[in-house]
């Protein structure tokens, strides 16, 4: 079975500034996709990126980039220029390529952003 | 709809009791999951649909849980006897395919919080 692991259960960052969260993953598969989704306190589930593990090329999504390290099974997210907005905590999330769509989340980070 | 309605948003009911969750998927969407998300943790996976039956219910706790969608939209997430082990989130998503595609990204509720005094 496959787990995923946030060692971060807090980080904070200053408004404008980077941040990076970190991922791991345990799994035997070589074919699979990694995403982060940011939980708000309205509790919805919001896809912020996703990447193929075949892909080579780290995913980024305008202020959101991975780095994506297949070998070390790693899968960090930096945010960029952090806005208040940005404050929510954020899961880390496993899918296989051949168990339909279904997610094993990791412990999950909360974010916080200070002004 | 426009988005993954579930009902009620905030249940809170004593030990023992029957409650029923609700999910009404996005319009067209044929895949369905249940998740449970307990305080301070990530969600864990409960249950999938496609269509109108039960692809995957490996992540039910026990014989307790049980959901349905009968017609191959809203589905309902039933626990009979509850326990105070079971107060969480119960969110659920709809996907447009339950195919491993790319194209298989799931949209999640705002979950239901169910209290279990």
């Known amino acids: 079975a496959q787990t995923v692991t946030q060692s971060q259960p807090e980080m904070s960052v200053q408004e404008a500034e980077t941040v990076t969260l970190s991922c791991t993953y345990d799994?035997?598969?070589?074919?699979?996709?990694l995403f982060w989704y940011k939980q708000p306190p309205s509790r919805q589930m919001i896809l912020v990126i996703r990447?193929?593990?075949?892909?080579?090329q780290n995913a980024t999504e305008n202020r959101f980039s991975v780095n994506f390290q297949k070998a070390a099974k790693s899968f960090s997210l930096k945010i960029s220029d952090s806005q208040l907005g940005d404050a929510a905590m954020y899961f880390c999330?496993?899918?296989?390529?051949?168990?339909?769509?279904?997610?094993?989340f990791g412990g999950g980070t909360r974010l916080m952003v200070k002004p | 709809g426009a988005g993954v309605s579930q009902t009620p948003s905030n249940k809170v009911t004593e030990k023992g009791k029957y409650v029923e969750l609700r999910c009404d998927p996005i319009?067209?969407?044929?895949?369905l999951y249940w998740y449970r998300q307990s305080l301070g943790q990530g969600p864990e996976f409960l249950i999938y649909?496609?269509?109108?039956?039960?692809?995957?219910d490996s992540g039910l706790p026990n014989d307790r849980f049980f959901a349905v969608r009968p017609e191959g939209s809203v589905s309902t997430l039933k626990i009979q006897r509850t326990e105070r082990g079971d107060s969480a989130v119960y969110l659920c998503?709809?996907?447009?395919?339950?195919?491993?595609?790319?194209?298989?990204?799931?949209?999640f509720g705002e979950g239901s919080r169910l209290t279990v005094l």
């Open positions: 999330a496993y899918r296989s390529d051949n168990a339909g769509n279904m997610l094993t």
């Open positions: 649909f496609q269509g109108t039956g039960a692809a995957d």
């Open positions: 799994t035997s598969e070589s074919d699979y996709y």
């Open positions: 319009s067209g969407h044929t895949a």
């Open positions: 998503a709809s996907s447009l395919t339950g195919s491993t595609s790319n194209t298989g990204e799931l949209f």
């Open positions: 990447q193929e593990a075949y892909k080579q």
